[in-house]
C-alpha cells in the first residue's frame, strides 16, 4: 500500500512512494546503475482513500534502477491498529509505458514472511501511462492476481483492481497532483464490503500540494500536504507530510 505521491513516483520510474503522496520520467538508455532511498514521514496513512491505522507513519524507501528496470522495497510503520508494512516492487519502464509487480505484505512483526503457502502475500500486476511534461497526466491499472485478501466469502478469487487518473499542474508557487481512482467491479483487498456497497466504486478523489521548505541555503525538505475524498467508504482525511 502507498500514498498518491509513492504511487506516482512508483508508475512512472518506479520505487519510492513517498507516500502517502511515492516523480522521475522513466531512464531511457540509461547506462549506469542508479539508487534510491527516502523515508517520508505522515501524520495519516491513507491508501487509495482507505485509512490504514491511527496516527502517524514512518516510511522508508529503497530503489535500484539501470536500463528502464527497476527493484524496490517500501515500508510503512506506525503504532496502531496495523503495525508493519513491507512492499517489494520490479518493473520496466520505457517511453510512456511502465509494467511491473507489487508484492504486498501485510501481517508486520508477526511474522511468518516466508509462508507464502498461507497467502500473507498479496501479488499485485501494475500498468500504466505518462504522457509527459507536456501533458503531464498518468493513467494506471493495478490488479490483484494472487493472495487471500483477494477472495470473496465463498473463495472465489475477485481479481481486485484500482484504476487511476492522476494530473499535475502549478499554481500560486505551489506544485499540485489532482487524481481520481476507482475500483470497476468488487474489491476485497482493500474495499471491505462492510459498507454495504458493491460493483463499481470510486474509491479516492484527491488533491495534493507541495513545496519545498528552506532549513539553509543549501537544504530543504518537501512539504506535502493532500485532501482525499473516497465516496467508496464515505469517508475524508487531509494528511500532511515531510520527505526526506
Given amino acids: 500500500m502507498r ?9 512512472i520510474g518506479i520505487m519510492s512512494l513517498s507516500i502517502t503522496i511515492m516523480s522521475t520520467a522513466p531512464v531511457i538508455g540509461q547506462d549506469a546503475v542508479e539508487t534510491s532511498a527516502g523515508v517520508d514521514l ?51 519502464s520505457v517511453g510512456i509505458f511502465s509494467i511491473g509487480i507489487t508484492d504486498y505484505y501485510w501481517n508486520g512483526s508477526e511474522g511468518s514472511f516466508f509462508d507464502y503457502h498461507v497467502d500473507n502475500h498479496l501479488f499485485e500486476g501494475n500498468l500504466a501511462f505518462s504522457f509527459g511534461e ?17 477472495k470473496d466469502e465463498d473463495g472465489k478469487r475477485l481479481y481486485s483492481t484500482y484504476i487511476e487518473a492522476a494530473y499535475d499542474f502549478s499554481l500560486g508557487g505551489l506544485d499540485f497532483t489532482a487524481s481520481i481512482g476507482a475500483a470497476p467491479w468488487d474489491s476485497y483487498a482493500w474495499l471491505v464490503p462492510a459498507n454495504g456497497k458493491s460493483g463499481f466504486q470510486i474509491s479516492s478523489i484527491s488533491l495534493t500540494g507541495s513545496k519545498k521548505i528552506e532549513i539553509t541555503p543549501t537544504f530543504s525538505v518537501p512539504l506535502f500536504v493532500q485532501c482525499i475524498f473516497s465516496p467508496a467508504t464515505d469517508a475524508s482525511h487531509l494528511v500532511v507530510g515531510f520527505s526526506f
Fill in 3 to 11: 500514498n498518491i505521491k509513492y504511487i506516482k513516483k512508483w508508475v
Fill in 134 to 150: 507536456k501533458f503531464p497526466l498518468t493513467l494506471s491499472w493495478n490488479t490483484f492476481f494472487a493472495g487471500n485478501m483477494d
Fill in 42 to 92: 505522515v501524520s495519516k496513512y491513507v491508501w487509495r482513500g482507505v485509512s490504514q491505522g491511527v496516527g502517524a507513519s514512518i516510511q522508508p524507501s529503497l530503489g535500484l534502477s539501470y536500463k528502464g528496470f527497476s527493484l524496490g522495497a517500501w515500508g510503512s510503520v506506525s503504532s496502531n491498529p496495523v503495525p508493519y508494512e513491507l512492499d517489494f516492487s520490479v518493473g520496466y
